[in-house]
Every structure is written in C-alpha cells, then in structure tokens.
C-alpha cells in the first residue's frame, strides 16, 4: 500500500456551527479535544442544528489560549463565552439525555438574535459521560456532542474523485471531517478495519450516513441538490448515502498533519 498520511485536521468547537483547520490536535477521551464540546439547544433542551437553522453555517469559532470560546458573524459583535455556569440543563442530542451546563445569558441572547429563534448554548461537562453506541463501541467510549462518533475520516482522494464529478468541486470542510488523510486510492477507507496513528489507535465503527448539511454552502447558507444528487448515483446503498468512515479512539495523544497511518486491518 502506498504512504498514507494525516493532511487535514479539523475543529468544530460548538455543534454544527463552523470549524477549521489546524497543524496539529490534541485528543482526549472524547476526541479531539473541544470538538463539539458546546451546542446549541431550543427553549426545550433539544439540540439545533443545520439541518433546522442552515444560518449556523455562518457563525465562526475560535478558541482562545484560555481555552475560551469566541462567537463570530456578519453584522454582530464577537462575543467570548466565558466558563461554563452552575446552572444545569437537562438537553437531548439525538436520543441521548444529559446534564448540560449553561454558558450565560449573553450567549444566549446573542445566538437568539442571529438565528432569530430563542436558544441556548452549553457546553459539556467533564463530569457527564455520554457513551458511543454500544453496537460500535466498548463501554469506557466516550463522545462529545457529535452526532455518534468522536472521529470522522475521509481520504482526500475521495473527495477529489466526487469532485471530478461535479461541476463545481466542493471544500473538504463542506463534509465536517475531523481527521483527512492522502496516499490510498479513493474510497480505500471503506475497506479500513483498524488504524495507528501516532500514539493512538482507531477501529472503524460504521460508514457515515450523509444527511443535508453537505448541501448547504457554509459562506452563504444557501442549501442546493449538490453533493448528495451525484453522490446518490454511486455511493448509495439501502437508501442511504454514504461517504466517509466513523472511528472510534483508543487513548489520548497528538495528531500532526504529515504524520503516517498505519492500516492495521
């Protein structure tokens, strides 16, 4: 097998709003660590997404180096987000129900605003577990407010064969990766079991279902029939569309795009 290699990583602090890229990530028990460590909710606890809001796409993320959260987006102040509260929440993210914890009324206004629809955001607590699913995963695993898993992987070359495709190629940002890696063939993940990176280990759990957040464009928040039309035509099976590969960790570490992978099985 040719040299396969880490090319991308990727952050995505607060639940379906934007993320970037970075030279290097630490990963902790739940994944990269503050990937999806916040999320906003509705005035009933339930997690919001693109999928409801599509002018998420448009808030941008940056962490600072007191770990804090810094909110971004056309016409509105940024916003830091200061520790989490004492206040409690009880939130739902698909059929799981935890203990959150409140970031503040000023982020909660401030999202409210520009999404125009009352919410809320919090954050995860250290002291709150919430299991990957059982039917991919051992009991001590651990994810964040990701939709099931604390990694995504795509192989670059994936996306360069969907975008030879397309009309207008598309960013790899567009499908929310946390981990790229180069040097197989396109769709080679697929066949992936196990993987060595570094320090750590991965298992590949299941292939990633699309849902529509790739078809909305993150810099206007336009949604349109592209990427999931052609990817209909050759990447579906049992009515889903797949692209993509859902790993679940074993131990804490560094990743540092260049490093190699090592396809254990």
């Not at 001590?140 to 360069?160: H, K, R, T, Y």
């Not at 981990?179 to 298992?203: K, N, Q, T």
């Not at 078809?215 to 579906?236: F, H, M, N, V």
């Amino acid at each position: 097998m040719p040299s396969v290699r880490v090319s991308g990583l990727y952050r995505y602090p607060v639940k379906s709003l934007g993320g970037g890229a970075f030279s290097s990530l630490e990963v902790g028990a739940r994944g990269p660590e503050l990937d999806r460590h916040w999320m906003v909710v509705d005035a009933d606890g339930r997690f919001i997404t693109q999928r409801q809001q599509p002018r998420m796409c448009l808030i941008q993320t940056r962490i600072d180096r007191d770990q804090a959260l810094w909110l971004a987006a056309s016409g509105m102040p940024e916003i830091r987000v200061g520790g989490p509260l004492a206040e409690r929440l009880e939130v739902r993210v698909w059929g799981d129900e935890l203990s959150a914890s409140a970031a503040g009324p000023a982020a909660d206004r401030w999202l409210s605003e520009f999404l125009g629809l009352p919410c809320r955001l919090v954050s995860l607590p250290d002291d709150v577990a919430r299991p990957v699913d059982p039917d991919y995963a051992d009991p001590p695993d651990q994810v964040g407010f990701a939709d099931g898993f604390p990694f995504l992987l795509i192989s670059q070359a994936s996306l360069d064969d969907l975008n030879s495709r397309l009309e207008s190629p598309l960013p790899m940002l567009r499908f929310r990766p946390n981990l790229v890696v180069s040097g197989c063939d396109p769709y080679a993940e697929d066949g992936w079991r196990r993987l060595r990176i570094g320090d750590l280990e991965f298992h590949v759990a299941k292939p990633c279902s699309r849902c529509i957040i790739p078809t909305i464009d993150p810099t206007t928040a336009q949604r349109s029939a592209e990427p999931l039309r052609t990817l209909r035509g050759y990447r579906r099976r049992d009515n889903k569309i797949y692209f993509g590969q859902n790993l679940v960790h074993r131990g804490s570490g560094s990743l540092r795009v260049g490093m190699p992978v090592e396809v254990l099985a």
